[in-house]
């Protein structure tokens, strides 16, 4: 039973900076792709970036040039670096992880979830 868990959300200003982490443990190494997705109030859930075991990464366009998605395999951790923050990016943010490849189309087929930390820029 895979389990994520986020942390490093909170408050800023805008064109500041975060760094999310997800934590995923049980069958982990199962997990070829592992990303983040937002939802703010009122609004669908975004993909925001994705990243596969091999390294390869998928971004949003909100995303392009302002967040990095990484990954430590050997420590089961997902990173997320927002920089440049904008009132826009306030949302929930969710680590996602599914066994195939990336993609950012949808949110189907990604069959873990965490539950999620709080990003809000003022």
């Known amino acids: 039973h895979v389990q994520l868990v986020e942390s490093g959300g909170g408050s800023v200003q805008a064109g500041g900076s975060l760094k999310l982490s997800c934590v995923a443990s049980g069958a982990s190494a199962r997990l070829r792709c592992m990303g983040w997705f937002r939802q703010a109030p009122g609004q669908e859930r975004e993909a925001v970036a994705g990243?596969?075991?091999?390294?390869?990464?998928n971004y949003a366009e909100s995303a392009k040039g302002r967040f990095t998605i990484s990954r430590d395999n050997a420590k089961n951790t997902l990173y997320l670096q927002m920089d440049n923050l904008k009132p826009e990016d306030t949302a929930m943010y969710t680590c996602?992880?599914?066994?195939?490849?990336?993609?950012?189309?949808?949110?189907?087929?990604?069959?873990?979830w965490g539950q999620g930390t709080q990003v809000t820029v003022s």
């Open positions: 990243i596969n075991s091999d390294g390869s990464t």
């Open positions: 996602a992880a599914r066994g195939g490849y990336c993609y950012l189309h949808t949110s189907s087929g990604y069959n873990h």
